[in-house]
């Protein structure tokens, strides 16, 4: 990866905010009673994990877990790890997963697996970014922001190798070549 990487404006921080809006209000349907688990996918999750639950007016509980499936490129190596697991029983509460783009599919369906067998009342998934094009193991998204292209995108959380996560709006890094 040399210095030069070109980005280009996919979604604006106006757009993304429009989209957690709608996300937010879904939300607050669906959980109002329920005092839910909220668990966000670290690191690429917590700018967005940060922004709803600012607009979620009810009682919840944040969890985090971290998982590893990229190494320092931009393709996915498809093996998936719990790097940092949770904290905090979920058996029998009403868990909403928080993740900050579904692309393969193969993290989000180990992280389902791994929740279901953990037995909470409910389980359903938030995403703000979804790539359908890359899919390869169909994931039900229950709550979705912005659908993207087949492009590798970074900003807003979203990084490539730990570079362009702070961005507050969301880029496509273009191919020099």
Known sequence: ????VKLSVLFTRDEIAATVNKLAAEIRQDY?????????VLKGSFMFLADL????????????????????????SGKIK???GLQSEVRGRHVLVIEDIIDTGLT??????Y????????????????????RKTPVNIDYRGLTVPD?????????WDERFRHLPDIYVVEDKG
């Open 1 to 4: 990866m040399g210095s030069e």
């Open 32 to 40: 109002l009673s329920k005092n839910p688990v909220l668990i966000a």
């Open 53 to 76: 639950i600012r607009l979620l007016d009810f009682p919840l509980e944040v969890e985090f877990i971290r998982l590893s499936s990229y190494g320092g490129g931009r393709e996915s």
């Open 82 to 84: 719990v790097v940092q």
């Open 108 to 113: 989000a369906d180990f992280l389902l697996d």
């Open 115 to 134: 929740l279901r067998q953990k037995k909470p009342a409910s389980l359903k998934l938030c995403v703000l970014t979804d790539k359908p094009a890359r």
């Open 151 to 159: 492009k590798f995108i970074v900003g807003y959380g979203l990084d």
